[in-house]
């Protein structure tokens, strides 16, 4: 069974930085897509970034220079690195992992077996 468990978050003030880490247990991070995403209460859940199994990061919306996703198969983590902290960054976030099957020629889609999410871990920045 896929295990997602989540670290790192804490409170810092704004400009500073924060290391998220990711650990998985229960399969090779070679047979995952693993992403980022948070969450604040009375908003959207907002795409961070996700890397793919070859180590391709894409990075939600207005997410791409502050953030940065990374990942060590030997260590079975991934990192989400968060710069120049801001006040609007304060929130739960949430490590996934998604594991996919053979590629459908029908549909044209990588077919998805499952998703595993971590309880999260929370940022509060302070200005």
């Known amino acids: 069974q896929v295990q997602v468990v989540e670290s790192g978050g804490g409170s810092v003030q704004a400009g500073g930085s924060l290391r998220l880490s990711c650990t998985v247990s229960?399969?090779?991070?070679?047979?995952?897509?693993m992403g980022w995403f948070r969450q604040t209460p009375g908003k959207e859940r907002e795409g961070v970034a996700a890397?793919?199994?070859?180590?391709?990061?894409n990075y939600g919306d207005s997410m791409a220079g502050r953030f940065t996703i990374s990942q060590e198969h030997a260590k079975h983590v991934v990192y989400l690195q968060i710069d120049n902290l801001r006040p609007d960054d304060t929130a739960i976030y949430f490590c996934?992992?998604?594991?996919?099957?053979?590629?459908?020629?029908?549909?044209?889609?990588?077919?998805?077996?499952?998703?595993?999410r971590g309880q999260g871990t929370q940022v509060t920045v302070s200005s």
């Open positions: 890397i793919d199994s070859d180590g391709t990061p």
């Open positions: 996934t992992a998604d594991r996919w099957g053979p590629y459908d020629v029908c549909s044209g889609r990588w077919t998805h077996r499952s998703r595993h």
């Open positions: 229960g399969l090779a991070l070679d047979k995952l897509t």
